[in-house]
């Protein structure tokens, strides 16, 4: 067994968010060697060969294409790899064909006795995070899936935008599935440590706030489609995540993330991943902050919970 390299990223998928994430990562000056594994291998070459032009220009960083064996000494390893979202196809739609992608890659990890944290992008991400989970039998600290940081993201902007504020003054968290039945945890929105409804005070655009609450959640979980729309995928944002995660790992920062972990009775809730607030550290989830939430949010968390389950049942992950 290879003894990790402290800042080694493989990225499995060089599509446009395995690329995009690469792109990031290697200006965040985060990872000493950034590895692109894909089954197109020429992708993979493409893509590092590009990214490679740019080192003049950042940190230094080692970039090359790689394969499975990459895995073995990586710190962290990121998959993008599947099957593309195409335009008015749900999340769920993907699922037999990435759910058998997810397989082989981690067939590929196992094979490697890779010790890295391994974070799971690739849709239906609470689902495919479930199915790593269970083919692997690896920890569940070990992998967990970017979840609904994107989302809480697209939230905080949309927030920061509708009251006139800096995006990182706003805090606030979408959980649950990364889908259509995330909720916005509205208990736990703060701009500046002033609770959002205590903000009101301090601010003149209010007139209507409980129907543009419901418009702004409407809006995050509507995101992705309307990008799918415009241009066919979406990259930037989520590769900023990426970086944001992959950050808080490689630096056991201790972050605060809603990423998709497994429920182990953690909000009454047992074997389905779905986002909740969690640290993460060098050992990947290192607590699942089991936050005070209202009956509202907590009803609403456990039918997303009851969302995914019933689509693990489909795939046959849980019993009927
Ligand atoms: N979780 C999130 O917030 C989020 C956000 C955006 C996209 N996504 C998801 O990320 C995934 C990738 O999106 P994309 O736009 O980069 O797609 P893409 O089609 O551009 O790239 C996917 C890449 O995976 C590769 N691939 C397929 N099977 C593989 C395997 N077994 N091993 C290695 N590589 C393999 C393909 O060759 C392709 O290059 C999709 O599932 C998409 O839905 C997730």
Redesign the pocket.
């Known amino acids: 067994m290879q003894r990790p390299k402290t800042r080694k990223v493989a990225i499995?998928?060089?599509?446009?968010?395995?690329a995009s994430f690469a792109f990031a990562l290697a200006q965040a000056g985060l990872a000493e060697e950034i590895a692109l594994?894909?089954?197109?291998h020429d992708?993979a070459q493409g893509q590092a060969l590009d990214l490679a032009h740019g080192l003049p220009f950042v940190h230094p960083v080692h970039i090359h294409a790689g394969t499975e064996a990459d895995y073995a000494d990586a710190a962290l390893i990121v998959i993008?790899?599947?099957?593309?979202?195409r335009s008015g196809e749900s999340?769920r739609d993907?699922l037999g064909r990435?759910a058998a992608?997810m397989r082989?890659?981690m067939d590929g990890i196992m094979t490697q006795r890779s010790e890295a944290i391994i974070i799971v992008?690739?849709?239906p991400?609470d689902i495919l995070t479930h199915v790593a989970l269970q083919h692997s039998r690896l920890p569940p600290n070990r992998i967990f899936?970017?979840g609904t940081v994107?989302d809480s993201a697209r939230f905080r902007y949309l927030l920061s935008r509708h009251r006139h504020v800096d995006a990182r003054n706003v805090h606030s968290y979408i959980l649950g599935e990364?889908g259509d039945s995330e909720i916005a945890a509205w208990s736990m929105t703060h701009v500046a440590g002033l609770p959002i409804s205590d903000y009101c005070s301090v601010c003149n655009t209010c007139a209507g706030w409980e129907q543009i609450k419901d418009e702004i959640v409407s809006q995050v979980r509507n995101s992705?489609y309307h990008i799918i729309d415009y241009k066919g995928?979406?990259?930037y944002g989520?590769a900023l995540?990426l970086v944001r995660i992959a950050g808080a790992v490689l630096r056991n920062e201790r972050s605060m993330l809603t990423v998709s972990t497994l429920m182990q009775g953690n909000f009454g809730l047992h074997d389905v991943c779905l986002s909740v607030p969690c640290i993460v550290g060098s050992r990947g989830i290192e607590l699942v902050a089991t936050a005070k939430l209202t009956d509202d949010e907590l009803a609403g968390l456990h039918h997303s919970a009851e969302v995914l389950r019933s689509t693990l049942r489909e795939l046959g992950q849980v019993g009927q």
């Open positions: 499995v998928g060089a599509g446009d968010v395995g594994v894909d089954v197109n992708l993008t790899a599947g099957a593309k979202q999340r993907l990435n992608i082989s890659i992008v690739s849709n991400v899936g970017s994107l990364h992705a995928s979406t990259c989520i995540a």
